[in-house]
């Protein structure tokens, strides 16, 4: 009965910056490892972002320098700081919980809804 609550999503401009938020409640028994996953239509599903329990992070190559996953200390609650968006950006973002750095799908134990980014040229 884990949820996964997300917002900030929406339009921008190329160029432009969001602020993706996600917080888990329902019976979380532990902190875990949190990030998000993004899908764009007719594309695999990949990882934006992916933070430890401990603060580790780790990052998509085509994300490094314009984004920052962040956490609270000692909650499931995650961030995602986008800045310098690109219309390739444009796809649903998922916010994961899960263990390691959710760096797999198969290190992923809840999934959020989804939230749609989308980036105008």
Aim: proline share 2%; aromatic share 8%; with cysteine.
């Amino acid at each position: 009965q884990v949820q996964l609550e997300e917002s900030g999503g929406g339009l921008v401009q190329a160029g432009g910056s969001l602020r993706l938020s996600c917080a888990a409640s329902g019976r979380v028994f532990r902190i875990g490892a949190m990030g998000w996953y993004r899908q764009a239509p007719g594309k695999q599903r990949e990882l934006v972002a992916g933070i430890s329990s401990g603060g580790y992070t780790i990052y998509a190559d085509s994300v490094k320098g314009r984004v920052t996953i962040s956490r609270e200390n000692g909650k499931n609650t995650v961030f995602l700081q986008m800045n310098s968006l690109k219309p390739e950006d444009t796809a649903v973002y998922y916010c994961v919980l899960g263990v390691g750095v959710v760096e797999t799908p198969a290190s992923v134990q809840y999934w959020g809804q989804g939230t749609q980014v989308t980036v105008s040229s």
